[in-house]
């Protein structure tokens, strides 16, 4: 389905979910990588990289884990840290800085913030329409 020629209006309103978290030109999040050129991958390398996101990792995107002394968790990527706080950017919210006087165990994880099965929801024709509007990203 992703080889099939679909809608690449229709593709981009689903690449919505993805600027959650990656950049495209000057609109989307920080925490993934840039995909601005992402269509000049091929098809079987966006698949791959959609479908098991933990398999080719740059160490810039490793999960971070942050257990509080008052047991809570925030996870999210890495932005900054200082003698005196860690700066973690978690998927959906603004960035948090933590003092390290709150900071039980912070936990780095050589596995992706995105989620495997992706787009396991997406209709034949769904696939095909965001796969054409990702081919229009050079």
Known sequence: MAEKNGDAQKGQILF???????????????????????GAMSTEALLHNILTPNAQMESGYYRHDIILKDGSKISGSF???????????????????????????????KSSLMPEGLIDHLSPQQVADLFTYIRTLN
């Not at 919505?16 to 992402?38: E, F, M, Q, R, Y």
């Open 16 to 38: 919505a979910t993805c600027l959650a978290c990656h950049k495209v030109g000057n609109t989307g999040g920080i925490i993934g990588p840039d995909l601005s050129g992402a």
């Open 79 to 109: 932005v900054n840290e200082t003698k005196s706080s860690l700066s973690i950017h978690p998927l959906g919210t603004a960035i948090q800085v933590i003092p390290r006087s709150k900071i039980n165990k912070h936990k780095i994880t």
